[in-house]
């Protein structure tokens, strides 16, 4: 069985090691493959800045770097050159950044777009989601997540990207279900048009292990309720790190293939490059405890 992390954040952005150092850490742990995606860089049309995205003028040495270890690598680990690329609403979208020399863009909504005011992400602090929620949408829960469920909605729709990023992150501040159930009616009938939205796309979806690693939430990105919507669409799936360090490149990845199991996957998929613009993927087996 062949692993892989494809979502993983170098010191090019919010990301504690340096490329080099990530390519060595997943050769040792045996990975067959390491994707990075930097945080792309914002638009001016978002309005704000933000310093965990990586600047435009590093992006050509981002790309050159990842290249010449490409050719470092040859033979022993396959090092892809990605982008997480976010849709901010009106503002910036992943398809922005298709033609550049990229074998993958994962698209993910982090920023909400409220009634009045600013973007804001909802995996900031608990300080900045409490901010956000009663300054943009006076306190309604409601009205904020499914503000996000529309922008995740609107992203598949628009395209121009590979993979869906932590595609419940609006859950990562929302521990011991602080703000809502997951279980309630309105959440659940979300997450169902998700899934069928996903369903018989080109797109595949990422099962995340970053909250884990960093302590921030108790389970995978997606949840079991949402993995289990997937399966019953056929959606494919990816396993990833989100690793911002090299100790988490590939953590929590058994609690991950184990939930696949039980959940009756049998197959993930695994990336291969790309192919006449187009990403090709192959099915991979999981054989964890097998």
Same mark, same amino acid.
């Given at each position: 069985?062949?692993?892989?992390?494809?979502? /993983?954040?170098?010191?090019?952005?919010?990301? &504690?090691?340096? @490329? %080099?150092?990530?390519?060595?850490? $997943?050769?040792?742990?045996?990975?067959?493959? @390491?994707?990075?995606?930097?945080?792309?860089?914002?638009?001016?049309?978002?309005?704000?800045?933000?310093?965990?995205?990586?600047?435009?003028?590093?992006?050509?040495?981002?790309?050159?770097? #990842?290249?010449?270890?490409?050719?470092?690598?040859?033979?022993?680990?396959?090092v892809?050159?990605?982008?997480?690329?976010?849709?901010?609403?009106?503002?910036?979208?992943?398809?922005?950044?298709?033609?550049? =020399?990229? +074998? *993958?863009?994962?698209?993910?909504?982090?920023y909400?777009?409220?009634?009045?005011?600013?973007?804001?992400?909802?995996?900031?602090?608990?300080e900045?989601? %409490?901010?956000?929620?009663?300054?943009?949408?006076?306190?309604?829960?409601?009205?904020?997540?499914?503000?996000y469920? +529309?922008?995740?909605?609107?992203? @598949?729709? $628009?395209?121009?990207?590979?993979? !869906?990023?932590? #595609?419940?992150? #609006?859950? &990562?501040?929302?521990?011991?279900h602080?703000?809502?159930?997951? %279980?309630?009616?309105?959440? *659940?009938?979300?997450?169902?048009?998700?899934? $069928?939205?996903?369903?018989?796309?080109?797109?595949?979806?990422?099962?995340?292990?970053?909250?884990?690693?960093?302590?921030?939430?108790?389970?995978? *990105?997606?949840? #079991?309720?949402?993995? &289990?919507?997937?399966?019953?669409?056929?959606?494919?799936?990816? !396993? /990833?790190?989100? $690793?911002?360090? /090299? %100790?988490?490149?590939?953590?929590?990845? =058994?609690?991950?293939?184990? /939930?696949?199991?039980?959940?009756?996957?049998?197959k993930?998929?695994?990336?291969?490059?790309?192919? +006449?613009?187009?990403?090709?993927? =192959?099915?991979?087996?999981?054989?964890?405890?097998n």
């Open positions: 069985m062949r692993f892989s992390s494809l979502h /993983t954040h170098s010191n090019f952005c919010d990301g &504690k090691d340096s @490329i %080099e150092q990530l390519c060595d850490a $997943a050769y040792s742990k045996g990975l067959s493959a @390491i994707g990075f995606s930097s945080h792309a860089p914002l638009s001016r049309k978002a309005g704000f800045h933000s310093d965990w995205h990586m600047p435009q003028e590093r992006l050509g040495l981002y790309l050159d770097t #990842i290249g010449r270890l490409k050719s470092q690598w040859a033979g022993k680990l396959q892809f050159a990605g982008l997480e690329a976010d849709y901010i609403k009106g503002a910036m979208a992943p398809a922005d950044f298709r033609g550049r =020399e990229l +074998d *993958y863009i994962i698209g993910s909504v982090h909400v777009v409220p009634p009045h005011g600013k973007p804001f992400a909802v995996d900031g602090s608990p900045e989601f %409490e901010q956000g929620l009663y300054e943009g949408f006076a306190g309604r829960c409601e009205a904020l997540v499914n503000a469920w +529309d922008s995740v909605e609107e992203m @598949i729709h $628009a395209g121009g990207f590979d993979i !869906v990023g932590h #595609i419940d992150l #609006i859950k &990562k501040n929302n521990r011991y602080r703000y809502f159930s997951p %279980e309630e009616e309105w959440y *659940y009938a979300r997450m169902e048009r998700a899934a $069928a939205l996903l369903a018989g796309s080109s797109f595949v979806v990422e099962v995340n292990t970053g909250g884990l690693n960093r302590g921030t939430t108790d389970e995978l *990105y997606p949840s #079991i309720p949402l993995l &289990k919507l997937f399966y019953k669409n056929d959606v494919p799936v990816l !396993v /990833t790190s989100d $690793a911002h360090c /090299t %100790e988490h490149v590939n953590g929590f990845y =058994e609690e991950a293939y184990r /939930t696949l199991l039980s959940l009756g996957w049998t993930t998929v695994f990336f291969e490059g790309r192919v +006449d613009g187009k990403a090709l993927w =192959e099915k991979e087996s999981i054989s964890w405890g």
